[in-house]
């Protein structure tokens, strides 16, 4: 059974920090690409960060120099390290993996609010 579950989100303050974390089960998880999305209240869902196989990322320029993606392979997991929040960061967080055309999964997704 395939799933992926988030954890580590929560109210904070602007500036400060958050960690969180995608745990992966059922799948074969070095073999997938790992994404970052968020939904703010009222928007659509956007891709924050990404990192394949290879350890490339990318990240949407709203959170460069701010957020840091990882994986680790060997817990299964991937981590989004979010610095300076700001209050435009609320929103609820999902993690992602793909490796098409074998399979493409979602999280439940994390609550992550930014405000003073």
């Known amino acids: 059974q395939v799933q992926l579950v988030e954890s580590g989100g929560g109210l904070v303050q602007p500036g400060a920090s958050l960690t969180l974390t995608c745990a992966a089960s059922?799948?074969?998880?070095?073999?997938?690409?790992m994404r970052w999305h968020r939904q703010a209240p009222g928007k659509g869902r956007e891709l924050v960060a990404s990192?394949?196989?290879?350890?490339?990322?990318k990240y949407d320029d709203s959170v460069k120099g701010r957020f840091t993606i990882s994986r680790h392979n060997t817990l299964k997991t991937s981590t989004l390290q979010m610095n300076d929040l700001k209050p435009e960061d609320t929103a609820l967080y999902y993690c992602?993996?793909?490796?098409?055309?074998?399979?493409?999964?979602w999280g439940q997704g994390i609550q992550v609010t930014v405000s003073s």
């Open positions: 990192i394949t196989v290879d350890g490339i990322t």
């Open positions: 992602s993996a793909e490796r098409l055309p074998f399979g493409l999964y």
């Open positions: 059922g799948f074969t998880f070095s073999d997938y690409t």
